[in-house]
């Protein structure tokens, strides 16, 4: 594990470097409390120069609010062209968090912060990190992740697809946007296998997060869903829900992994919709690098489908409208996979950020269609063929 050093009271002192972005710890490491302007904190961290912050935690957190407002006091760039203005944009939002990510807390051998009026952040770090097994660095801006994940956690989010509440944990993408669950929850469902009640369908979730499309389909009529995740956390989030839900009896959580072994009449894959490099494990829920698991979800699919079974596709078009990826590049990859389009539904977000006139994206987001494709296999035949000795 990476150490950051500083001197203190004319003493050396260290502590293991924790990141979630896995940014390198900083070379350079001074003391700072209350009496620093921001002004004077926003220089040194931009000259690599971090802070360990020694004063009271509401002043960190006011310190912090005012080093954000200098750097958004600059315009942000527009490009000559969505996909331009989509990288000016990250690489803005990349700055700000380096800048930010300056500011560090010590967590103590059991997740305490010894600053005053601090929070107690001992249940949110364990849910985070797991057990304490000594002190630890990190970035302020990232406890303050930790804590707003305890508490989304511990409320929950409601899905009205289930008439209950969703927990997600720390890292695992929360289902705030519910057009997806919408989408999933009323689209029509494949036939039922000839001589079998619909009971009896089985369906797989990919990707599942916090596990609500499988309990969406478990209420859909599903007697056993598989839900897979590349994410031990996710995992972890997933069996959580499921229990929660009283859904043991009816959902298998396994992985880590993209398709789990055998066949079913439903693979539901919502994947994340940005072709982008994640920069932080919190991030890999909304970016897929090379569309990686869009392509491995479609390349897999005939292989793992029932006869007469279908593929359900949930994908926002909003890589297209920032010119990261066409509707033919989309539509040749389906068809290079052995599959065909049987239908689409179509869906308008309703979240805040397509009302949001100051979002340097906002062209693109105001105009968002999130999608449903049913794919089936080009030959009636194939998936059933594929998997036949």
């Excluded at 916090?210 to 897979?228: E, I, N, P, S």
């Excluded at 940005?274 to 869009?294: H, K, N």
């Amino acid at each position: 594990m990476d150490t950051i050093h500083w001197t203190e009271t004319n003493t050396l002192r260290s502590a293991p470097w924790h990141s979630e972005s896995a940014t390198p710890p900083p070379g350079r490491v001074v003391g700072a409390d209350d009496r620093m302007k921001a002004a004077v904190a926003h220089r040194l961290v931009c000259e690599g120069t971090a802070l360990l912050w020694r004063g009271g935690f509401p002043d960190a957190r006011q310190l912090l609010r005012a080093m954000g407002r200098r750097i958004d006091r600059k315009p942000a760039r527009q490009g000559e062209s969505p996909a331009d203005s989509f990288h000016l944009h990250r690489r803005a939002r990349g700055h700000r968090a380096r800048v930010l990510g300056g500011l560090l807390v010590l967590l103590e051998d059991d997740y305490r912060v010894n600053l005053r009026r601090a929070p107690d952040v001992r249940q949110a770090c364990t849910e985070a990190y797991g057990p304490p097994c000594g002190p630890l660095a990190v970035p302020l801006t990232e406890l303050l992740g930790v804590i707003g994940a305890h508490q989304w956690r511990t409320k929950g989010v409601w899905v009205p697809a289930l008439d209950a509440r969703v927990h997600p944990h720390y890292g695992v993408f929360s289902p705030v946007r519910g057009e997806y669950v919408d989408l999933v929850a009323h689209a029509p469902l494949p036939a039922a296998p000839a001589g079998r009640r619909a009971g009896l369908r089985t369906a797989f979730d990919l990707g599942t997060g916090t596990g609500v499309l499988a309990a969406v389909l478990v209420r859909r009529g599903f007697d056993r869903v598989v839900a897979t995740d590349a994410s031990p956390r996710a995992l972890a989030c997933a069996r959580d829900n499921v229990r929660r839900l009283r859904c043991t009896g009816h959902i298998d959580v396994v992985g880590p992994g993209l398709f789990p072994d055998g066949r079913a009449h439903l693979v539901v894959c919502n994947p994340p919709w940005i072709p982008a490099r994640p920069t932080s494990a919190l991030e890999r829920a909304v970016y897929d690098p090379g569309c990686a698991m869009l392509h491995g979800f479609l390349n897999g699919l005939t292989a793992h489908l029932e006869p007469g079974g279908e593929g359900w596709l949930i994908l926002s078009d909003l890589a297209e409208r920032l010119g990261l990826r066409t509707r033919g590049d989309l539509l040749a990859r389906i068809e290079a996979a052995g599959l065909r389009v049987l239908d689409r539904t179509d869906i308008r977000p309703r979240h805040s950020r397509v009302r949001d006139t100051a979002d340097p994206l906002h062209a693109a987001r105001a105009a968002e269609v999130t999608s449903l494709w049913r794919l089936v296999p080009a030959r009636p035949d194939q998936g059933f063929r594929m998997l036949t000795p």
